[in-house]
């Protein structure tokens, strides 16, 4: 059974349609990147899910019972985009005061703390830790009592490269113990490779969802051979291979899907009048550019 299923979500604040018959699932140990521009409804759909909004239509499930309600709560943890704690309590007793809402066991603070990075600043008031502190004292927040889903709403805002690194580390370990996760981002080349499935929000519809090699076959989205060639070799091989002359030596060929063997062969025919090449295939920013049909942009909440 699915952790999180939604079926034909529909939500408006007046005449405004913010989610428009959306339906996503999520299975037990999976990662789904949720993905959309400013005001596409990523926020909205989180909380709907957290039981803070009433579909106009549709259903949500969560662990199957219904958002907002105890077992559905007991279900799911939340890191918001901006974390606030106390400031006058220590991490530690921020976790403590957590475990005591959810009926974790204490003992399990120890870990939490040292998987975040914070067992050195375990017992600082709250209010002395910078920005990425206090993320990843959500994030351990977050983990406390092994939550059937993880809602992550721009979860590494704050985080150095390293942290998110490790963040993402966390992440899968807690998918690996069956942990769903659903996380909105705006960070494109962080979550490439990172997450299981990519769902595109555009306007509050589902334009796209899938593998990231299922979206890029759907978009049929042309790769670029780069090639460099040797001196006095570029004209030549413009005038064999095609492509746009980028500099002295230097050109981009387009391949079309399907085409990538029988043009890389070609350009190897070439190995003697070539000094380096290499194969550009689209990415996620590819990929959503083509089903959104615009730029990621900062999204404010909803």
């Known amino acids: 059974m699915n952790v999180l299923d939604i079926t034909g979500l529909t939500i408006a604040f007046g005449k405004t349609v913010a989610v428009d018959n959306v339906s996503l699932s999520v299975a037990p140990g999976e990662r789904l990147a949720l993905l959309g521009h400013n005001g596409a409804g990523k926020t909205t759909l989180f909380k709907a899910i957290l039981?803070?909004?009433?579909?106009?239509?549709?259903?949500?499930?969560?662990?199957?019972?219904?958002?907002?309600?105890?077992?559905?709560?007991?279900?799911?943890?939340?890191?918001?985009?901006?974390?606030?704690?106390?400031?006058?309590?220590?991490?530690?007793?921020?976790?403590?005061?957590?475990?005591?809402?959810?009926?974790?066991?204490?003992?399990?603070?120890?870990?939490?703390l040292e998987r975040v990075g914070l067992t050195g600043a375990a017992d600082r008031a709250v209010g002395t830790y910078s920005k990425g502190m206090r993320q990843r004292l959500g994030l351990a927040q977050a983990l406390i009592g092994a939550p059937r889903l993880l809602l992550l709403d721009e979860p590494t805002s704050g985080l150095d490269p390293v942290s998110r690194h490790e963040f993402y580390g966390i992440i899968a370990e807690a998918a690996s113990r069956g942990s769903a996760v659903l996380l909105s981002s705006h960070?494109?080349?962080?979550?490439?490779?990172?997450?299981?499935?990519?769902?595109?929000?555009?306007?509050?519809?589902?334009?796209?969802?899938?593998?990231?090699?299922?979206?890029a076959a759907?978009?049929?989205?042309?790769?670029?051979?780069?090639?460099?060639?040797?001196?006095?070799?570029?004209?030549?091989?413009?005038?064999?291979?095609?492509?746009?002359?980028?500099?002295?030596?230097?050109?981009?060929?387009?391949?079309?899907?399907?085409?990538?063997?029988?043009?890389?062969?070609?350009?190897?025919?070439?190995?003697?009048?070539?000094?380096?090449?290499?194969?550009?295939?689209?990415?996620?920013?590819?990929?959503?550019?083509?089903?959104?049909?615009?730029?990621?942009?900062?999204?404010?909440?909803?």
């Open 187 to 215: 960070g494109l080349e962080e979550i490439q490779n990172r997450t299981d499935r990519v769902a595109i929000l555009a306007q509050g519809e589902l334009r796209a969802e899938g593998t990231l090699a299922e979206l």
């Open 51 to 112: 039981g803070f909004l009433k579909p106009a239509s549709g259903q949500i499930a969560v662990a199957g019972h219904r958002p907002g309600s105890d077992a559905a709560r007991i279900a799911v943890n939340y890191l918001p985009e901006t974390v606030a704690f106390a400031r006058n309590l220590t991490g530690r007793e921020v976790l403590e005061y957590f475990s005591g809402l959810r009926g974790a066991p204490r003992a399990e603070i120890a870990g939490l």
């Open 218 to 302: 759907r978009a049929a989205l042309r790769s670029t051979i780069r090639v460099t060639a040797l001196p006095g070799e570029a004209e030549r091989l413009h005038a064999e291979l095609g492509g746009t002359r980028v500099n002295g030596t230097r050109l981009d060929i387009p391949c079309p899907p399907g085409a990538k063997l029988d043009l890389l062969a070609r350009v190897g025919s070439h190995a003697g009048a070539l000094a380096d090449f290499d194969l550009q295939t689209p990415g996620l920013d590819d990929i959503y550019r083509h089903f959104s049909g615009q730029p990621l942009r900062e999204e404010t909440p909803q």
